[in-house]
């Protein structure tokens, strides 16, 4: 049965006033100086009320190069305010994961290093999060729930869990978490069983969509490990996971929750490291099939991201020794963003760049795709402006009068 199709996003015809105002400039174009995580902006950004016809006009303003950039999504390991100011500038990336490594003591000094971040506040990047909650969580401070109690709860009770979650993402100046794992295994042996929401393609189905639900409006929700980890057995991390499940069992079972969170509302979708070789025997972050799968039968229509490249190089396989040519190839594939951590240094995200750019010079990646991958990120770059989530913190900031 073919799945029905999401409808397109409708987007506020006027942007959302600021809720909190901070002792700046008028315009509040930009954050005060040294953001001290003493409150949050929702920052009046001065865009078309359509923001997907901004984002087409910013993409076509800009060089091969900002636009490879805007493409990559980057890590140091640091929490020195200034490093990650210094690194988003030098690079102009898109987006940044923030990992173990990056969390501080406490949270204010977190939304401090979410605020250096953020170069343009007009246009903020992806700053994003595996808050899953339980085995996989950044934030020390979470004591919701997570996915090896609440397989076992009601729906209600996962979106519960994931509201409260996301109010202490967006707390943060988070604006995406890659937090819900649509995979589905009854197997306690999996690595995935402990972190995936469902024990069966219902189950999994139903949480997901709540913790959809529970999210939304408070931070961006990623769906993962797409098309599942569930039926490919093994751990991704350090090699690709296989399965021979043909596309129709897997249409009525693995899918199913991918789905309900794309119908629900997922505006991102995580593609795995792993292999459905009857679909195709490349990995599905590096398959063209598998992007179209997603937005064909799924409907999906928002940004499709790489999980960690570092984990092609960690397989072994030598075709995937180069995390420059991986991230081409995953462009190439259909991925609007390409997610480096694992093996990377300050001037991994530079060199992919350079590689992309050095793709389309050599016509090996095409500038259609390229263009396409780069108005999906900045789409959802101006959206998270607008409405104010990924909120900029700002020194001196006051409640709006």
């Not at 996003?9 to 105002?21: D, F, G, N, Q």
């Not at 501080?104 to 903020?124: F, K, S």
């Not at 070789?277 to 398959?287: F, G, K, N, Q, Y």
């Not at 108005?375 to 998270?384: A, C, F, I, P």
């Amino acid at each position: 049965m073919p799945f029905a199709r999401r409808s397109a996003l409708v987007v506020a015809s006027a942007m959302l006033a600021a809720v909190v105002v901070c002792a700046a400039p008028a315009d509040a174009s930009t954050p005060s100086s040294s953001p001290d995580g003493g409150g949050v902006v929702r920052v009046q950004a001065a865009e078309p009320a359509d923001i997907a016809e901004a984002a087409t006009a910013r993409v076509a303003a800009m060089s091969t190069r900002e636009k490879a950039a805007s493409v990559v999504m980057g890590h140091i390991p640091t929490t020195d305010a200034a490093s990650l100011h210094d690194y988003m500038a030098r690079t102009g990336i898109g987006g940044f994961i923030l990992m173990g490594a990056n969390i501080p003591a406490t949270e204010q000094e977190l939304r401090g290093e979410t605020a250096a971040l953020t170069i343009d506040p007009a246009l903020p990047p992806l700053i994003a999060v595996d808050q899953e909650g339980g085995d996989v969580s950044r934030l020390p401070w979470d004591g919701f729930p997570a996915s090896v109690a609440l397989k076992a709860e009601t729906p209600s009770a996962v979106e519960s869990a994931f509201a409260g979650r996301a109010a202490l993402v967006q707390r943060a100046g988070i604006g995406v978490n890659f937090g819900i794992v649509a995979d589905v295994t009854d197997d306690r042996s999996m690595f995935i069983y402990r972190r995936a929401l469902g024990t069966t393609p219902e189950s999994g189905a139903a949480n997901v969509t709540a913790a959809v639900h529970g999210e939304a409006g408070q931070t961006l929700s990623t769906l993962k490990h797409f098309p599942g980890h569930g039926a490919a057995p093994g751990d991704s991390h350090g090699s690709i996971p296989s399965t021979s499940m043909p596309q129709q069992e897997w249409a009525a079972t693995d899918a199913l929750p991918f789905a309900a969170g794309i119908d629900a509302g997922a505006r991102i979708l995580m593609f795995g490291h792993l292999a459905y070789t009857a679909v195709d025997a490349a990995p599905a972050s590096l398959s063209p099939t598998w992007h179209e799968i997603a937005r064909r039968d799924l409907g999906f229509t928002g940004v499709a991201i790489t999980d960690d490249l570092g984990m092609l190089e960690a397989s072994g396989v030598p075709s995937y020794r180069d995390p420059v040519g991986n991230a081409v190839a995953a462009l190439a594939a259909g991925n609007d963003m390409v997610l480096s951590v694992m093996f990377t240094t300050a001037d991994t995200a530079p060199r992919i760049v350079d590689g992309i750019v050095a793709a389309v010079d050599a016509g090996t990646l095409s500038a259609d795709r390229l263009d396409d991958a780069a108005g999906r990120v900045v789409q959802l770059r101006l959206e998270l402006a607008a409405e104010g989530r990924g909120l900029v913190p700002c020194a001196d900031c006051a409640p709006a009068e």
